[in-house]
């Protein structure tokens, strides 16, 4: 096990060496390579998440240096489920970086970003498969998560693992399917949230 830990974080070093080198060290790219720590690494997520657990305030929390006072659905109950799930969560691939999946969740961010709407369908730019198939052919299966509001890459990996008030956690399991095996992240403003970024997912993919 030691071994397997040490192999995957060797893994992420590289990758994240890799994204600054092609320029992606920007939100997008450090959002990937925390994805990719989450998968190769959930034990370190889930001393990030207990960390996180002592801001909150009922169902409301603080992040450390702001007086904003941010409201959740759930409150702690959620973080502790994500907690549980990653704790029994074995390590796995990392995804690689798709410059075609990339540009298919930057139509999202581009739309919704001005107009301040949330979801996965564009109104302009269309769903996930219509974006995605834009850009090249993906084979097995596709996924999308989509967060708002954090632009610290760490902050919105956890809040899409934690998942609050999304029923099903879908966001949570696209960043822990391990058919998934390359993904691309896209950034930017968003007029209602500060944030968005949208990170589309397949378990194989051939850029145009």
């Given amino acids: 096990m030691r071994n397997r830990l040490l192999t995957a974080f060797c893994i992420v070093y590289v990758l994240f060496t890799a994204v600054a080198a092609n ?7 450090q959002v990937l390579v925390e994805i990719n720590l989450a998968r190769t690494n ?5 001393g990030f998440l207990r960390q996180f657990r002592t801001q909150f305030q009922g169902k409301n929390y603080r992040q450390p240096g702001s007086p904003v006072l941010i409201q959740t659905t759930e409150g702690v109950r959620a973080v502790d489920e ?3 799930v990653l704790s029994r969560q074995k390590p796995m691939q990392p995804l690689s970086w798709s410059d075609g999946l990339a540009a298919a969740a930057a139509e999202l961010v581009e739309d ?13 730019s269309g769903s996930p498969q ?5 850009h090249g052919k ?4 596709i996924g999308e998560s989509i967060g708002y509001g954090p632009d610290k890459a760490r902050a919105m990996v956890m809040q899409l693992i934690v998942d609050d008030a999304v029923p099903d956690r879908g966001h949570r399991k696209s960043i822990l399917t391990p058919a998934f095996r390359t993904a691309g992240v896209a950034c930017g403003p968003h007029s209602r949230y500060g944030t968005i970024c949208t990170i589309d997912f397949a378990a194989g993919f051939r850029d145009r």
Avoid at 23 to 29: I, K, P, T, V
């Fill in 112 to 124: 919704e970003g001005e107009s301040g709407e949330t979801g996965h369908v564009g109104r302009t």
């Fill in 82 to 84: 994500a907690i549980r």
């Fill in 138 to 141: 993906w084979q097995g299966r």
């Fill in 42 to 46: 959930p034990t370190a997520y889930v």
């Fill in 23 to 29: 320029g992606e060290s920007n939100l997008a790219g």
């Fill in 130 to 134: 219509e974006r995605i198939e834009r």
